[in-house]
Nanobody, 121 residues
Framework: VQLQASGGGLVQAGGSLRLSCDASGSIPAIYDMGWYRQAPGKQREMVAV???????NYADSVKGRFTISRDNAKNTVYLRMNGLKPGDTAVYYCNLEYTDVAVTPRLQVYWGQGTQVTVSS
């Protein structure tokens, strides 16, 4: 599985961006996708995740501002980011996970290359 993220950039506080992540390769029938971010000197943290069935979960810091969605026909996940703050500045990584009972470990996790989001004050 390969993941290609795009859509990052430089934006002023209060602005918006939309990130996209395209999955390709040997994609399983059922998988979850998500967005994580890592700011300089900090650990990578979950931003938003979405299951195959469309159930979403968000970090408290982005609730009400960010929206994750997916297009299963295109194997693509999106992250719409509104009301951006300087604290949102980070490299954003997309993620794909699925369970394969035929291998060890059963949880298979793939990461994209990351896209930089910079929010100026």
């Amino acid at each position: 599985v390969q993941l290609q993220a795009s859509g990052g950039g430089l934006v002023q506080a209060g602005g918006s961006l939309r990130l996209s992540c395209d999955a390709s390769g040997s994609i399983p029938a059922i998988y979850d996708m998500g967005w994580y971010r890592q700011a300089p000197g900090k650990q990578r943290e979950m931003v938003a995740v979405i299951t195959e069935g469309g159930i979403t979960n968000y970090a408290d810091s982005v609730k009400g501002r960010f929206t994750i969605s997916r297009d299963n026909a295109k194997n693509t996940v999106y992250l719409r980011m509104n009301g951006l703050k300087p604290g949102d500045t980070a490299v954003y990584y997309c993620n794909l996970e699925y369970t394969d009972v035929a291998v060890t470990p059963r949880l298979q996790v793939y990461w994209g290359q990351g896209t930089q989001v910079t929010v100026s004050s």
